[in-house]
């Protein structure tokens, strides 16, 4: 087998990205081009991602950034093996700009399509970045997904844990507004909790305990209102202690879950050759400490990407199209674009009543 170079598209969320990667037969791969456009400002005076508006912006610059993505590689569409995009699970004005744009780019330059989830991409990244051989526990954080997911191997995923509410970058989102910090509440929050007393509220930590490695956010984030609302109005340092608090039980309660998932997945009788974080929340120093320990702990090692990896873009999609175009998987220029695409299905038949969350 030789080489594969790839075009990838992602437009799921926010970020318009496009990148070229070449994954070589061994399995190693670089990154020859990786253009994100940021579409925070046109949100940030809504406080969140505007679906219209996150679908129009995605038309209006999608054809410039993949234009600029194959220059700065150096390619031209004939030189490409195959062009991957994001089919999904996403703001599904958004996936259908992406899906379709590379579906008339496969069309018009005779190239194989690859429609690939957005959340396996995330999954498959610390390959591309860490060469972690399989299997690996995967936690998946973002901002519409909180997952605890065995991998074992290309399209083989086992989710041992999810959250039954709130996703944890979402928390930290929502805490973010209510404490009139900008959006996206992930960064603004840590930057703040630099600053702050981690002592000062005492917090509660959802599930700690639990053997099931599943989430709950919504208590943590109400008693942080409550504790903004008993204090108000708040001065900077008041904005810094909740900060540091909620990141403080966060991180607490996320060590706590990996734990439980890792003795989950040794149950199984798989060995993780590593824990692997990915999703915007990866980009969080206090996650990533906390998290090198735990693996370390557990004789196991911490792979993450680096954050503009962890975050959306369109190399992580363009490497999850080389992963699958290797095993000869690619896909007819029909397939749907899908607001829902579950990733991996639960390790065992949840009882009755809301098991997983809103977008996956
Ligand atoms: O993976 P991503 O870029 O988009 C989704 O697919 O959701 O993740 C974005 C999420 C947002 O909720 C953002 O607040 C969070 O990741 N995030 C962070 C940090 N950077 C981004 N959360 C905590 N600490 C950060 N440094
Ligand atoms: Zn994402």
Redesign the pocket.
Known sequence: MSDLLLLGIET??DETAAAVIRRHPDASGEILSNVILSQIADHAEYGGVVPEIAARAHVEVLDEVVAQALSEAGVTLADLDGIAASAGPGLIGGVIVGLTTAKAIALAAHKPLIAVN?LEA?ALTARLTDSVPFPYLLLLV?GGHTQLVCVTGIGQYVKLGGTIDDAIGEAFDKVAKMLGLPYPGGPAVENAAVRGNAERFALPRPMLGRREPDFSLSGLKTAVRQEAMRIAPLSEQDVADLCASFQHAIVEVIADRVRAALRLMRERGEKPNALVLA??VGANEAVRRTLQKVAADAGTRLAVPPPALC??NGAMIAWAGAERLALGLVDDLDVPPRARWPLAEPAAAPAAGPASESTD
């Open positions: 799921t969320c957005h995330h973002s999703g915007g975050t959306d």
